[in-house]
């Protein structure tokens, strides 16, 4: 019964580490204990690295230990038994070894962190040249903006004046029409007072 709990509390937590803290569009915005969870999680930071120097060492300590510890022999119900050779061979030899075997390891450690630090560096300047790109996209909006700002300014002056030249031409024709029928009445009644003499 014990065990069914936990099954289904480990259930419970891990979909909420995978909902609530592994998504990469929260990296950053989490506290300082979530988002230490969200980096382990997401492999922000390699530590088979370390953990295979720690191996190193201690197998290495161990064997060359084990290795004088081989070159007194030892008692076997009561029998001598030279381990002289074996001791020495051990010394040498494990070292030697397990330098060479944990060697091709790093090689493939150092090809994974060098493809993270390539990954990382390529998004940083990506992320740079959007920003970058924005910018200079921003300015010559701000630029393409202002000319245009500044053509219809001209062109809203030029119609205010082309309409006001217009105006005052109409004002002038309409003018020069209430003269002229101003003087076509003068002339009419000039014309009927002349008729009425005549007659």
């Known amino acids: 019964m014990l065990e069914i709990l936990i099954a289904v509390v480990a259930i419970l937590l ?4 995978v909902v609530v ?11 300082k204990f979530f988002q230490i969870v969200h980096n382990f999680f997401n492999f922000k930071k390699m530590y088979l690295s370390l953990a295979l120097k720690i191996i190193y060492i201690i197998l290495t300590i161990f064997s060359i230990l084990y290795g004088i510890r081989l070159l ?3 008692r076997i119900y009561g029998y001598y038994v030279s381990t002289f050779w074996y ?3 051990l010394i040498i030899a494990s070292p030697i ?11 493939l450690i150092s090809a994974a962190q060098s493809v993270i630090q390539i990954r990382d560096k390529m998004l940083e300047k990506e992320s740079k040249s959007f920003d970058e790109n924005f910018d200079d996209v921003l300015n010559a909006t ?3 903006s202002g ?9 809203s002056e030029d119609a205010l004046e082309a309409a006001g030249n ?5 004002k002038k024709a309409n003018k020069q029409s209430e003269e002229t029928i101003e003087k076509t009445n003068l002339d009419n009644t000039d014309n009927q007072s002349d008729d009425s003499q005549q007659k």
Do not use: C, H, Q
């Open 147 to 155: 000319k245009v700002f500044n053509k219809a300014k001209e062109f």
């Open 21 to 31: 803290i592994v998504p990469t569009n929260k990296d950053g915005k989490l506290n």
């Open 14 to 17: 891990t979909l909420f580490v």
């Open 97 to 107: 070894l397990l330098r060479l075997s944990f060697e091709m390891l790093w090689l």
């Open 166 to 170: 217009k105006i005052n031409e109409m």
């Open 72 to 74: 007194f022999g030892y």
């Open 142 to 144: 701000e630029k393409f």
């Open 87 to 89: 001791g020495l061979a």
